[in-house]
Structures are given as C-alpha cells and as structure tokens.
C-alpha cells in the first residue's frame, strides 16, 4: 500500500498529535506501536516496526559483510558515526486512542515545531513523515520542480 496525502495537524500543548486514520493504519504495528524516526531537519518520520526493522537489519547485515571481509579497516571512525546517528535516530512509540501520538522530546527540537503550531502530515509512499510547516515549503520550492523528472525516471 502507498500512503498518499498532506494534512495539516496542530501539536497541542503537552506534544500530542492526532495522524490522519488512513495513515495511523499504514504505520502502526497490530499493537498500536510505530517506529519514529529523525529523517532531516524539520522533519521525523513513522514507520511500521515490522518494515522499519528489516531496512534496518538488511542494512546491517551489508555493514557486517564489509567488517568481515576487512573492507572497513580504514572506515572505523564512519563506523562509529553511523553507529552513534543510528543509536539516536529511531524510537519506537506507542499511539493512545483515536491515532493520537506523543512526539518525543528528543524528537520535538529536531522537527523544529513548538506547542500550539501547525505541522504537515505527508504521506511519503513508505513512511509518514511529520514536517514543520517552513521546513515543507522549502522542500516543496526547490523538489516540485523536479516532480516530472523524478515520475518519469521511477516510472520507466
């Protein structure tokens, strides 16, 4: 299933936001929980735990193939930064009732919103990506422009 669509939802003032039905559907796990993500700055994103783990362990396993074959030698400062960006990158949550989510703390200065202000809820075909409304509109700006290019080349 691809998850489509832009809504826009206000954070309340204890950092709960309520996701689009459609949306809660495509990301939360049979028991309520999500996996969210520091995507970029102004934006995290949520994922399902079952797809979120295997992009991770499929990433992983390629990292453990390059470190056994002795590839990574010369890397092992990379290592250790990817190491640390993955530690602090994810987190798995738990939706309340009516699709209602806490944004984390750790997660409330990356997306760069503050309490009572408007985010956009966008359906990225994979994942559900929660922007602060500036962070949007440049991303819009500069990728719209693109958009047919980009239809054409994934679509060929």
């Not at 990301?27 to 969210?36: H, M, P």
């Amino acid at each position: 299933m691809f998850i489509t669509g832009e809504f826009r939802r206000t954070i309340d003032d204890r950092w709960r936001l309520v996701l689009p039905a459609e949306m809660t559907q495509a990301v939360a796990g049979d028991d309520g929980s999500l996996i969210v993500a520091k995507e970029r700055a102004g934006c995290i994103s949520l994922w399902r735990p079952e797809d979120w783990q295997k992009r991770l362990e499929s990433g992983m396993e390629l990292l453990r193939q390059k470190i056994d074959s002795g590839r990574m030698e010369q890397r092992w400062s990379d290592v250790q930064r990817l190491g640390r960006l993955l530690s602090t990158r994810h987190q798995t949550i738990s939706l309340a009732g009516r699709s209602r989510m806490l944004i984390p703390e750790g997660y409330r200065s990356f997306l760069g919103a503050e309490s009572g202000e408007t985010v956009l809820v966008v359906g990225a075909v994979i994942c559900v990506e929660i922007w602060q409304a500036d962070a949007w509109n440049s991303v819009l700006r500069e990728e719209m422009p693109d958009f047919g290019d980009l239809f054409r080349q994934l679509t060929v």
